[in-house]
């Protein structure tokens, strides 16, 4: 039984300890610059193929030639990432394929909002799709289609 009760804790700390480590969410004033300033816009919905009761996204991305803002809600979790990627994936297997050719912009430290930077030199027209992906334990988050 403590061993049943380790192991349970354990795999609650996964979960809490990012929660009780995470960022705060962006300003108001610097999400409606972002916003405001958004090239393209795309919504994470709870229902895809890969997201279950511990693995989802829920709200709406905004990419600006210089940012990428994201106003909703994420699961909690630990190590995750958001990704550029060439083709819509909606679970692990394609995301898994796609990764390769896909362009990891950063760490998001936040589940109730999140703002990253974006490098100088990207191109977002070779991309289409935003994925978030949680490298530690190789789980599909959420994705979103930013263009066809």
């Not at 997201?51 to 106003?71: A, M, P, R």
């Not at 950063?106 to 978030?132: C, Q, T, W």
Request: charged share 20%; proline share 3%; with cysteine.
């Amino acid at each position: 039984s403590h061993l049943a009760m380790g192991f349970a804790g354990f795999l609650l700390g996964i979960y809490i300890l990012p929660l009780i480590t995470a960022e705060g969410k962006p300003s108001q004033e610097l999400s409606d610059i972002v916003k405001n300033d958004a090239i393209y816009k795309a919504i994470f919905v709870k229902d895809l193929k890969g997201s279950d009761f511990l693995h989802w996204g829920d709200g709406q991305i905004s990419i600006s030639k210089e940012k990428i803002l994201f106003q909703g809600n994420l699961s909690p979790g630990p190590d995750y990432k958001l990704y550029l990627t060439k083709t819509f994936v909606s679970d692990e297997e394609g995301f898994l394929k796609e990764k390769g050719n896909g362009l990891k912009i950063g760490a998001i430290n936040s589940f109730n909002g999140f703002l990253l930077e974006l490098p100088k030199d990207l191109n977002l027209e070779n991309y289409n799709s935003v994925v978030i992906w949680c490298e530690s334990f190789s789980e599909f988050i959420t994705a979103a289609q930013y263009r066809n």
